[in-house]
């Protein structure tokens, strides 16, 4: 279970700096387009250098994040994946220029604290599959968070990257659940090409980077973020303890709910009052020096 823990919280660390890095080297060629979803916008970015840098990162919280999966309960790898968003509040205060406000500084020490109480509460990863056709459902969940992200592009700055962060969140909770659905990985076998979550894994890798990467570009680092987190965090939770047998230890099940709402609602309140700042051309001139 400590084992199970440390590599979700990792992965949050490589994901919450891959993050920043990647926020920066999106804003530097966003060239201020309106729309919801922007796939132009990815292929400029991955020209840039930071964006490739958190790339790496991003690949390297993967297979952590899949190890984690097969030893802890999907609830706590969705929890301690929330700490991203601390690292993430953290990192824009640094590279973005962005200030981080008492209040935030206070939201980062909840979700630290839900993450423990998890931690000490959480019980064995279930073993069942869920419901016959959930593997083809969460290829339906890809094409609705692709759908809520073109629907994004009416809506202000603000709430827009919010929205776009959460349907990328949908898009990375369908990697948590598919990931669970894959008894073995065998690339020899015939079966593993035809499961659907092997599909949805990858299809919903794809929307939630596409996504994320238009609500970088386009409001608040920390508020795209943290509907990331919370668009890949309760879902999957309630689909492990619902279908797939995730449990609590004995008596503790109160822990793990308290522990699940005050690190969603430390999440929340980065949403909130997060607001990085655009890094100040004078202090960073990307445009020059950040391509590949």
């Not at 993050?19 to 060239?31: L, Y």
């Not at 508020?223 to 303890?241: Q, R």
Request: proline fraction near 3%; charge should be positive; include cysteine.
């Amino acid at each position: 279970m400590l084992i199970g823990l440390l590599l979700a919280l990792g992965c949050s660390l490589c994901y919450g700096t891959a993050s920043v890095w990647q926020a920066a080297a999106t804003r530097s060629v966003n060239a201020g387009s309106g729309s919801g979803v922007d796939a132009m916008l990815l292929v400029r970015a991955v020209r840039q250098w930071r964006y490739l840098a958190g790339l790496g990162l991003d690949g390297l919280g993967f297979l952590l994040q899949v190890v984690a999966l097969r030893l802890v309960p999907i609830y706590v790898v969705a929890a301690a994946l929330a700490a991203s968003l601390a690292v993430t509040a953290v990192g824009a205060a640094w590279v973005l220029s962005a200030r981080l406000a008492p209040v935030e500084r206070v939201a980062v020490g909840v979700v630290c604290v839900g993450l423990a109480m998890l931690g000490l509460a959480a019980g064995p990863e279930g073993s069942r599959h869920g419901p016959t056709g959930l593997g083809w459902a969460l290829l339906g969940m890809v094409a609705a968070v692709f759908l809520a992200g073109a629907a994004a592009g009416r809506l202000g700055d603000r709430w827009r990257a919010l929205v776009l962060g959460l349907a990328a969140g949908g898009g990375f909770g369908v990697v948590e659940v598919g990931v669970r659905l894959i008894d073995v990985i065998d690339p020899t076998s015939a079966a593993w090409y035809i499961n659907p979550a092997l599909y949805a894994v990858a299809a919903g890798g794809v929307a939630g980077y596409v996504l994320l990467t238009s609500a970088l570009g386009r409001g608040s680092v920390t508020t795209a973020v943290a509907g990331m987190v919370v668009g890949e965090t309760i879902g999957p939770a309630l689909v492990g303890v619902g279908w797939l047998g995730d449990r609590t230890r004995d008596g503790l099940g109160w822990m793990v709910v308290t522990g699940f709402a005050i690190a969603v609602a430390g999440t929340l309140a980065l949403a909130r009052f997060g607001e990085a700042a655009d890094p100040e051309p004078t202090k960073t001139p990307l445009r020059q020096s950040n391509t590949a």
